[in-house]
């Protein structure tokens, strides 16, 4: 098995502190020590941080040709309308545009996501080789209607029997997505928690993202009802008289692994049943959030309560790339009272335990995969820390390794 010894002015394990001039080595595909120090054999990195492998775990790659976000931002239904009409008139094949997605990822230092499909497409790209990043596929499921149920609960079914066979060297697994709310019937919503809970897998679920979704399902008006009834599907039975987002957000809490996506306007009841619920992840997508123009996210008071927040970049029909690094460069600019190492780590383990992965990934821990990514550090003054250094404006990813092996 190839043995390599790498050194670098800083590592961040993520499970620990930093550690300054420092060494990782790696067994073939797994890391097998991490330590302050030398080695008379170690490939010096010079002036770098090496981190673990990023994790975006939130993404729908299949949007990833789009070179801008998509308008309007508001109201939020006509920008659901422009992505609509954007999947509607694309005359091209999604396969190109989840493996150009891909190498976005990549290349910006993700080596693991957790990705919305439409289809088995990513299945099968994810399974190419051991040079794309590992994955959660989501399976989405859409219908608000009652008679798009049975069909949606069949493609739910199906998707499972779809199961690559690499799944397991590659870090493949599969997972359901019934959308949000607003597009999915609530007794679908029901059923595929349930299919996933048979299938013990996880369950992503856009949830409380705008106001109006709560508004929709506490008082059955407001724009989405405007866009069902334009779209020929609203029906004011199919809820119903007391449901709130919270009954969409608890079921999630029968399941070893779920996301709620977004989660921009949980308020104090659900972040108190998160606290209780610690199988189930928020997924902070902060430049998304920013670009709706949403009130302040409470991601801070969810981790100060133990709650697992990770962060995701969202498509690129709401954001400019697909790079998770700039996601957290991005927190670092606008909560610099926050340890770059807090941010680090939503961006790293909080992602693996949000993907159910975390034995696996998102930390230098001896025994789990290589996959990490090179920092560039910008020169400093010697008595900088690495976590001063690390989220800096001219810090950057350059080199990313999967599986023991350099991608770039
Ligand atoms: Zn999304």
């Given at each position: 098995?190839?043995?390599?010894?790498?050194?670098?002015?800083?590592?961040?394990?993520?499970?620990?502190?930093?550690?300054?001039?420092?060494?990782?080595?790696?067994?073939?595909?797994?890391?097998?020590?991490?330590?302050?120090?030398?080695h008379?054999?170690?490939?010096?990195?010079?002036n770098?941080?090496?981190?673990?492998g990023?994790?975006?775990?939130?993404?729908?790659?299949?949007?990833?040709?789009?070179?801008?976000?998509?308008?309007?931002?508001?109201?939020?239904?006509?920008w659901?309308?422009?992505?609509?009409?954007?999947?509607?008139?694309?005359?091209?094949?999604?396969?190109?545009?989840?493996?150009?997605?891909?190498?976005e990822?990549?290349?910006?230092?993700?080596?693991?996501?957790?990705?919305?499909?439409?289809?088995?497409?990513?299945?099968?790209?994810?399974?190419?080789n051991?040079?794309?990043?590992?994955?959660?596929?989501?399976?989405?499921?859409?219908g608000?209607?009652?008679d798009?149920?049975?069909?949606?609960?069949?493609?739910?079914?199906?998707?499972?029997?779809?199961?690559?066979?690499?799944?397991?060297?590659?870090?493949?697994?599969?997972?359901l997505?019934?959308?949000?709310?607003?597009?999915v019937?609530?007794?679908?919503?029901?059923?595929?928690?349930?299919?996933?809970?048979?299938?013990?897998?996880?369950?992503?679920?856009?949830?409380?993202?705008?106001q109006?979704?709560?508004?929709?399902?506490?008082r059955?008006?407001?724009?989405?009802?405007?866009?069902?009834?334009?779209?020929?599907?609203?029906?004011?039975?199919i809820?119903?008289?007391?449901?709130?987002?919270f009954?969409?957000?608890?079921?999630?809490?029968?399941?070893?692994?779920?996301?709620?996506?977004h989660?921009?306007?949980?308020?104090?009841?659900?972040i108190?049943?998160?606290?209780?619920?610690?199988?189930?992840?928020?997924?902070?997508?902060?430049?998304?959030?920013?670009?709706?123009?949403?009130?302040?996210h409470?991601w801070?008071?969810m981790?100060?309560?133990?709650?697992?927040?990770?962060?995701?970049?969202?498509?690129?029909?709401s954001?400019?790339?697909?790079?998770?690094?700039?996601?957290?460069?991005?927190?670092?600019?606008n909560?610099?009272?926050?340890?770059?190492d807090?941010?680090?780590?939503?961006?790293?383990?909080?992602?693996?335990?949000?993907?159910?992965?975390?034995q696996?990934?998102?930390?230098?821990?001896?025994?789990?995969?290589?996959?990490?990514?090179?920092?560039?550090?910008?020169?400093?003054?010697?008595?900088?820390?690495?976590?001063?250094?690390?989220?800096?404006?001219?810090?950057?990813?350059?080199?990313?390794?999967?599986n023991?092996?350099?991608v770039?």
């Amino acid at each position: 098995m190839e043995r390599q010894i790498l050194k670098a002015r800083w590592v961040f394990p993520v499970e620990r502190p930093p550690l300054e001039h420092a060494v990782v080595e790696v067994e073939g595909s797994h890391i097998s020590a991490v330590y302050a120090g030398d080695h008379p054999q170690a490939v010096d990195l010079g002036n770098t941080a090496i981190v673990p492998g990023l994790i975006n775990a939130h993404t729908h790659l299949e949007f990833s040709d789009l070179e801008n976000p998509l308008g309007p931002v508001a109201p939020f239904t006509d920008w659901i309308q422009s992505v609509m009409k954007s999947r509607f008139e694309s005359s091209t094949s999604i396969e190109p545009k989840i493996r150009k997605g891909i190498q976005e990822c990549l290349e910006s230092g993700t080596t693991c996501i957790g990705e919305i499909a439409t289809s088995v497409a990513s299945l099968h790209l994810f399974a190419q080789n051991q040079q794309v990043p590992h994955a959660v596929v989501f399976r989405e499921c859409l219908g608000f209607s009652v008679d798009r149920i049975s069909e949606q609960e069949r493609i739910a079914d199906q998707f499972f029997e779809e199961i690559p066979d690499q799944a397991e060297s590659h870090l493949i697994q599969l997972g359901l997505s019934p959308h949000a709310p607003y597009s999915v019937h609530p007794d679908l919503y029901l059923s595929l928690v349930n299919e996933a809970r048979n299938q013990v897998a996880p369950v992503a679920v856009h949830l409380a993202e705008t106001q109006a979704e709560l508004d929709f399902l506490e008082r059955k008006q407001g724009p989405f009802v405007k866009l069902l009834t334009e779209l020929g599907l609203w029906d004011p039975n199919i809820l119903r008289e007391d449901v709130r987002m919270f009954d969409y957000l608890a079921p999630l809490a029968e399941l070893t692994s779920a996301l709620a996506v977004h989660g921009n306007y949980f308020g104090e009841t659900d972040i108190e049943f998160l606290r209780q619920a610690p199988q189930i992840s928020v997924v902070y997508c902060p430049r998304t959030h920013h670009y709706f123009g949403h009130t302040p996210h409470p991601w801070l008071r969810m981790i100060e309560r133990g709650i697992n927040v990770a962060i995701g970049t969202d498509s690129r029909a709401s954001n400019p790339d697909l790079s998770l690094w700039n996601e957290l460069q991005f927190l670092r600019e606008n909560f610099s009272e926050i340890s770059p190492d807090l941010i680090l780590e939503c961006g790293t383990l909080a992602g693996a335990r949000a993907l159910g992965l975390s034995q696996e990934v998102g930390s230098l821990t001896i025994g789990k995969r290589a996959d990490l990514a090179l920092v560039q550090l910008p020169d400093g003054s010697k008595s900088s820390t690495g976590s001063d250094l690390l989220l800096n404006a001219q810090s950057h990813v350059a080199r990313v390794m999967l599986n023991g092996g350099w991608v770039n």
